[in-house]
């Protein structure tokens, strides 16, 4: 995959004393390159290789070879920089939108046989472009031919090729966590793809889990652990949910993802690994950043790379393409009267996760023919369920608010299954947050004795509710 065929590329480019070697976008963006260094991140604002002759290519769409090429950089350089002479250039189409920059500097000219070499590595790099983006067009949940989903598409490919960190935005269930794995697949990375499900720790465990801690370093550690950060190691590091990390842990996270160093808890020999970090969340970033739950330095350095992948309701042309994928794995299922006016006039609020769950439950419940009115039936019942459990929480609140205790409104619905784990901790994120962000003050604000801090710290760690 794509980091197997860099690194032998640049492996062999260097034997080639290639001085520079670029991978760029048709928009013109410069996606991957070794060797000396340039400036910027887009043709136009770059510096130290030929904008002239990769434009040039660009627009035409094929190869560029020249041999002793003089290249005049800005003005706003020194003097003494203007002119990089160089002694071989070649550029070459690599798949639909894609284009490889090889140059040798000052060095000695690339031969002839280095020329061939060169067009046989990119035209490898350009099949297994040509054979990602194939693919992609059978992937569920980025399915269809709208122009939002493309330009999603588009980026998963493009954002493959890179290093950087890539922030996926988008509401539950659009997809955030298949299209993290696609791009873990495709950067071709020897390590595998290691999910934190940032909401499920702990904020007393989180540099536990992430870091790993030896034995010994604080209550209840009697053993060495790995975190997730070696496990990922070589491979992906995905924080699902990255608006849940604590605000305590968020400027160690930071030094790791642009040092890819880091210290085990408990440990005093710093390590270092070598990982892509993928980020996704549901959330608002900017309000998070306002309400300083949330660093604008880490969200300015996991935003280098930003997909936001838009609501089923904006591309509704794809409906039907995501429904026949769907239909597929079903079993003998006619469609029938006022199927597709019902799937098509639905706004879908859960996006594709509640539009394939529908569809299976239709294969449960339904009878030969899947129709318009079993559709109605399920979604109304889920939109009953919903309201249902939003008229639960508004209730919780106003016992609150009437001055019940933590203990009468919360965990007793709670324990006696009224309301689910996530629906709890929703609850007591939702009072942190009123309460300032510390969890002493929440005592008050949940009509708790001072006293029970200690019991309700303990209630929450033994419940997984922090």
């Avoid at 980020?279 to 309000?287: I, W």
């Avoid at 006039?345 to 996760?353: A, E, S």
């Avoid at 309301?419 to 929703?426: G, S, V």
């Amino acid at each position: 995959m794509f980091e197997n065929i860099k690194t032998k590329l640049w492996k062999l480019l260097r034997n080639k004393e290639v001085s520079l070697a670029m991978i760029v976008h048709h928009e013109g963006e410069i996606l991957w390159h070794r060797g000396r260094e340039i400036k910027g991140k887009y043709i136009g604002d770059g510096q130290g290789f030929s904008k002239s002759c990769l434009l040039e290519s660009i627009k035409n769409a094929n190869a560029f070879e020249e041999e002793d090429v003089v290249i005049t950089a800005d003005n706003e350089l020194p003097e003494s920089a203007l002119i990089l002479n160089i002694k071989s250039l070649m550029i070459l189409p690599l798949g639909k939108g894609f284009f490889l920059y090889l140059d040798s500097g000052t060095k000695e000219s690339f031969s002839k046989t280095d020329r061939e070499v060169f067009r046989i590595m990119g035209e490898l790099l350009g099949e297994l472009i040509d054979r990602v983006r194939e693919k992609q067009k059978d992937t569920g949940g980025i399915s269809g031919n709208s122009p939002e989903i493309n330009r999603v598409r588009e980026l998963v490919l493009k954002y493959s090729l890179e290093d950087d960190p890539v922030l996926l935005q988008g509401e539950t269930g659009s997809g955030k966590n298949h299209i993290a794995e696609m791009i873990h697949l495709y950067s071709g990375r020897k390590g595998k793809l290691v999910t934190i499900n940032t909401p499920g720790i702990p904020e007393n465990l989180f540099e536990s889990e992430i870091f790993g801690h030896k034995k010994g370093s604080f209550t209840g550690a009697d053993s060495d652990k790995k975190g997730l950060v070696e496990e990922a190691g070589s491979g992906t590091l995905f924080f699902d949910e990255i608006a849940e990390v604590p605000p305590s842990f968020q400027a160690r996270l930071l030094r790791f993802i642009e040092t890819r160093k880091y210290y085990i808890l408990g440990g005093t020999e710093e390590k270092e690994v070598d990982v892509r970090i993928l980020a996704a969340t549901n959330k608002n970033l900017a309000q998070a950043i306002k309400e300083k739950q949330f660093r604008k330095d880490l969200y300015y350095r996991l935003q280098v790379l930003e997909i936001n992948i838009p609501p089923l309701r904006e591309r509704k042309q794809d409906i039907e393409i995501l429904v026949m994928e769907e239909l597929e794995h079903l079993q003998d299922k006619k469609i029938g009267k006022g199927f597709w006016e019902t799937i098509l006039n639905y706004d879908w609020p859960g996006n594709i996760r509640e539009l394939k769950s529908v569809l299976r439950r239709a294969e449960i419940l339904a009878g030969d023919t899947i129709s318009g009115r079993d559709i109605r039936e399920i979604v109304d019942q889920n939109c009953s369920s919903h309201r249902s459990v939003e008229h639960k929480r508004g209730k919780i609140w106003e016992e609150i608010k009437a001055g019940k205790s933590f203990w009468e409104a919360i965990k007793k619905p709670f324990l006696e299954r009224e309301i689910n784990r996530d629906e709890a901790k929703e609850i007591i994120r939702n009072g942190l947050r009123e309460a300032g962000g510390r969890y002493k003050d929440l005592l008050s604000f949940f009509n708790m004795a001072p006293g029970d801090y200690h019991r309700f710290m303990a209630f929450l760690s033994d419940y997984r509710l922090r």
